[in-house]
């Protein structure tokens, strides 16, 4: 199973929106609506932002958003607040596994 | 609230095998997956695999096939995940994370050195 491909590294200023691609096959992505997003800050657990590709959990801000197109999923972050600084990770179903993405650096600048 | 608490740092030798155990608590422990996921030391995240502590069934990544058991205890509410023939390069942060609507729920991580 690859990895999913995500950009290296995206950077905006405050207050403007990021969207970060993830791009998968007909076999994750594309064949299920399982996607979700993963913020990281450098020591730190994990977090849930978007799963079901665009739902989001109870207590993250609606400038988060999800989407998918074929073999392609994306999170926005619009309105991009300091703390947003982080990596991010997408991950998708598999049929019986799951893959991550490489992840994404997002610079605030 | 739902917890789910690792084991402490691990120092090993390349060869070696290490089990790293991961206690839930605040759900019913055998309605939802664990899964695990490595982080190598600056790299990203890596999905290991996945048991469900309900049947005790289990999937592994392809690329752990042969080196790992996860396993897990409903007495106790604890999933274990074992790796063996460690390599410098299985270095990182392991974590468990509960699978239901995505991976909401992750334990603090456990740190695993291989180093002779």
């Known amino acids: 199973q690859s990895a999913l491909t995500q950009p290296r590294s995206v950077s905006e200023s405050p207050g403007q929106s990021v969207t970060i691609s993830c791009s998968g096959t007909?076999?994750?992505?594309?064949?299920?609506?399982?996607v979700s997003w993963y913020q990281q800050h450098p020591g730190k657990a994990p977090k849930l932002v978007i799963y079901d590709v665009t739902q989001r959990p109870s207590g993250v801000p609606d400038r988060f958003s999800g989407s998918k197109s074929g073999n392609t999923a994306a999170l926005t972050i619009s309105g991009l607040q300091p703390e947003d600084e982080a990596d991010y990770y997408c991950c998708s179903y598999a049929g019986t596994s799951f893959v991550f993405g490489g992840g994404t650096k997002v610079t605030v600048l | 609230q739902v917890q789910l608490v690792q084991s402490g740092a691990e120092v090993k030798k390349p060869g070696a095998s290490v089990k790293v155990s991961c206690k839930a608590s605040g759900y019913t422990f055998t309605s939802y997956g664990i899964n695990w996921v490595r982080q190598a030391t600056g790299q990203g995240l890596e999905w290991m695999g996945w048991v469900i502590p309900n049947s005790g069934n289990t999937v592994y990544a392809q690329k752990f096939q042969g080196r790992i058991t996860m396993t897990r205890d409903t007495s106790t509410g604890t999933a274990y995940m074992e790796l063996s023939s460690l390599r410098s390069d299985d270095t990182g942060v392991y974590y468990c994370?509960?699978?239901?609507?995505?991976?909401?729920?992750w334990g603090q991580g456990s740190l695993v050195t291989v180093s002779s």
């Open positions: 994370t509960r699978n239901y609507e995505g991976l909401q729920y």
């Open positions: 007909s076999s994750d992505v594309g064949g299920y609506n399982y």
